[in-house]
């Protein structure tokens, strides 16, 4: 069997290490096509290596642009490429312009799509994640789903017979490396406990001068020490809207995006998380960390149901959600074992 992987992203990174490990483990041959969505070496280079994951057998290097010259470029990029390597499935992870240029590309070629991480729905149609994971899930061949409340949403779509529970392959990479994280020093000028872990990006809290300066002095203003790992995104509108994020006060620790196992460490020393990222919802959930999300909706209903995870688009609450414990009983265990990537790997090749 020849698969052939479709990245760009951040978060689709984080989820071909454990997919590209499984394969590494059989004789199925796995090609690996980055389109060079996220290109800066602090949202791209560092996963390969951190994660250890093969160097890319192609790179389109497309580059940034709006949603449709980003997505334009993939697809006029991948047809050669499709073409060259003729595989027995494409395989699509998440929700970027990558997912569904990498989908519709295939679906023209007459190529079977697989879709890992399907099923979510935040049911916010202006957000393009939603639409590309929908047009995704409706023209992919199999949906490798990491919940039961995705695999019911597939089947109120009518897609239930093409819809697989395989788990969620960010709690296999997610578990391997807190646990080879957990007992290491990390560089932050703060003790265990005693900060939080920040990241904002959405052009929903970005976009908005007003909002996105709320967000800010939220931050600053959220009772502790805020390490804000700054997204590309969020410096460039910041610097746009003449928004300070460096404060003499030290209340804003503002860095890079890290490397994922510092990323892990860093949210294992934290008080908890303040974000509006999807992955990093789930990965405070999988580390025992409380979640503050600035948004009105989330695709990891989970998180919210079991307590962890609290919705808010009202920063002023930031101070008093922030500091509150965490919830008290076992925490669930809804996203899998941590061996989503094997049974990934084995229902393809059934």
């Given at each position: 069997m020849k698969v052939l992987s479709i990245v760009g992203a951040r978060p689709q990174f984080v989820k071909l290490a454990p997919i590209a490990e499984a394969f590494a483990a059989t004789d199925h041959e796995h090609v690996i096509v980055h389109t060079g969505q996220h290109y800066d070496k602090n949202m791209s280079d560092v996963f390969f290596a951190d994660l250890k994951i093969p160097a890319p057998d192609v790179h389109l290097g497309v580059g940034s642009g709006s949603h449709g010259v980003q997505?334009?470029?993939?697809?006029?990029?991948?047809?050669?490429?499709?073409?060259?390597?003729?595989?027995d499935w494409v395989l699509v992870y998440g929700d970027t312009n990558s997912t569904v240029a990498g989908a519709l590309s295939a679906v023209k070629m007459h190529l079977p799509v697989a879709h890992l991480e399907a099923g979510l729905r935040s049911f916010n149609r202006r957000m393009p994640e939603e639409h590309n994971r929908v047009l995704t899930d409706h023209a992919a061949d199999?949906?490798?789903?990491?919940?039961?409340?995705?695999?019911?949403?597939?089947a109120n779509e009518g897609l239930k017979e093409r819809s697989r529970l395989v788990g969620d392959v960010m709690t296999d990479v997610c578990f391997r490396v807190r646990d080879a994280v957990q007992d290491k020093p990390f560089d932050l000028p703060f003790k265990q406990g005693e900060y939080l872990v920040a990241t904002i990006h959405r052009p929903d809290n970005t976009d908005d001068p007003e909002h996105l300066a709320g967000i800010i002095e939220g931050l600053a203003n959220a009772g502790r020490p805020v390490v804000l790992l700054a997204h590309p995104r969020l410096v460039a509108k910041c610097a746009e809207h003449g928004i300070k994020l460096e404060r003499p006060d030290g209340s804003l620790h503002v860095r890079e995006p890290l490397a994922y196992p510092e990323m892990v460490q860093a949210v294992l020393g934290s008080a908890g998380v303040v974000t509006d990222s999807g992955g990093l919802q789930k990965e405070a959930f999988l580390l025992g960390r409380v979640c503050t999300t600035l948004r009105p909706e989330?695709?990891?209903v989970e998180t919210v149901d079991s307590g962890w995870n609290v919705l808010t688009m009202d920063v002023s609450k930031l101070p008093e959600l922030a500091a509150r414990p965490a919830p008290s009983g076992e925490r669930p265990t809804p996203y899998g074992d941590g061996h989503a990537a094997d049974r990934v790997v084995a229902a393809l090749a059934e």
């Open positions: 997505t334009g470029a993939m697809l006029s990029a991948m047809d050669a490429v499709l073409d060259e390597h003729r595989p199999i949906l490798l789903a990491p919940t039961q409340v995705a695999m019911d949403h597939l989330t695709e990891w």
